[in-house]
């Protein structure tokens, strides 16, 4: 994949490629590996695939996939799990495969809104979170609101059927889309019943990157006090928001050439971390995020079942002052996509945590 200006770069959209296999029926395992010439970095992604032979009298039902469209453009996939707002149109789209043609094929599709975290991660040295809350949950599933319920039935079939389900505007937050099939027909003592779900997530258009000054303002208190928040929040035009938010920055530093370089680097790590850590919220909200933004990334990660350790000396878990305990937090209610990693909170890290926020504040950390 090549691109001819670093301005394309900078764009992410996912880039399609298409390769047709045909093969006999059989259970197969797609292993696709990415390799950057650049780095030599590789990223593996596997999924174990059915292909029913024909006759037998088993459906197919495929994956539920996401199209959107932006404004004067063309449906186009969309591979990721967080999702861009500001489309002009969203659909999900459904494959069937060997259906008879006396079968009768009924579509059930429901999209509810999941109530999700959005908190902002709290200091190291604060409580950690009860296992009952929904910071340390992230998503409950049990208590969805039901935005939309589509019913089709489908007749006189082909043996590929494509099903395509219009979705409403949908604001930036945490959903599932659940899909029924049920299959009966005069050649068909029992009814054959499928399920597909999808969990998605909405962000704003510009998403991994900060995009506007309101963005900019809202990634502020891991170094703002919270009456430099509220002098900002409190501005009565956006003019006189800027003005402020300039102001905060100027404030740290007086030369406007390293207050621009501090500025730079504190939102590349808010950027880095919504591409590393995002989950059902933004990256940097998370508890993973906030530790990489302030510090940056670890000399070292122990990755254990459902722990990661992040060390920040060279002294290992000698120094527990810099070593960072991430516990992966088991769904309660169903399995999902969206990870969510808690942080062991310790009262010992109050003073290295400040330490690393004076340095920021001061421009040391340049």
Do not use: C
Not at 73 to 79: G, I, S
Request: glycine fraction near 6%; aromatic fraction near 10%; proline fraction near 7%.
């Amino acid at each position: 994949v090549l691109t001819a200006t670093y301005e394309a770069t900078q764009d992410f959209r996912a880039v399609l490629d298409k390769k047709r296999f045909d093969v006999a029926p059989s259970a197969y395992l797609v292993e696709v590996t990415v390799i950057d010439r650049g780095s030599e970095k590789e990223a593996v992604r596997r999924q174990r695939v059915v292909v029913a032979a024909p006759g037998t009298g088993e459906v197919a039902l495929s994956r539920i996939r996401m199209e959107g469209r932006r404004p004067g453009e063309a449906f186009a996939p969309l591979l990721s799990l967080h999702l861009p707002g500001g489309l002009d149109s969203l659909r999900a789209i459904v494959e069937v495969y060997n259906a008879r043609p006396t079968d009768v094929l009924a579509f059930e599709l429901t999209l509810l809104r999941l109530p999700g975290d959005t908190s902002l991660a709290a200091p190291p040295y604060w409580l950690t979170p009860t296992q009952g809350s929904l910071t340390y949950r992230g998503v409950r599933f049990d208590r969805g609101d039901t935005l939309q319920i589509t019913r089709r039935p489908l007749a006189g079939v082909e043996e590929a059927v494509t099903g395509a389900f219009m979705l409403p505007p949908l604001d930036r937050g945490t959903y599932r889309i659940a899909l029924t099939l049920v299959v009966t027909g005069p050649d068909r003592a029992v009814p054959l019943r499928y399920r597909e779900v999808r969990d998605l997530s909405i962000r704003h258009p510009f998403f991994p990157r900060v995009g506007s000054l309101e963005q900019m303002i809202e990634a502020l208190p891991y170094l703002a006090e919270k009456r430099e928040m509220e002098e900002i929040r409190e501005a009565e035009s956006p003019v006189e928001r800027k003005r402020r938010f300039d102001a905060f920055w100027g404030k740290l530093l007086a030369n406007r050439q390293r207050a621009a370089g501090l500025l730079a680097l504190y939102y590349g790590r808010i950027e880095e971390a919504n591409l590393f850590f995002t989950s059902y919220k933004e990256g940097w909200k998370t508890d993973r995020g906030m530790v990489y933004v302030l510090l940056g990334a670890p000399l070292q990660i122990d990755h254990r079942i459902d722990t990661e350790l992040w060390h920040y000396s060279y002294g290992g878990e000698s120094d527990p002052a810099q070593t960072y305990v991430f516990e992966r937090v088991r769904p309660f209610d169903a399995d999902t996509v969206f990870e969510n990693y808690i942080l062991l909170r310790q009262p010992f890290y109050q003073r290295p945590w400040r330490r690393a926020v004076e340095r920021w504040r001061e421009g040391t950390v340049l």
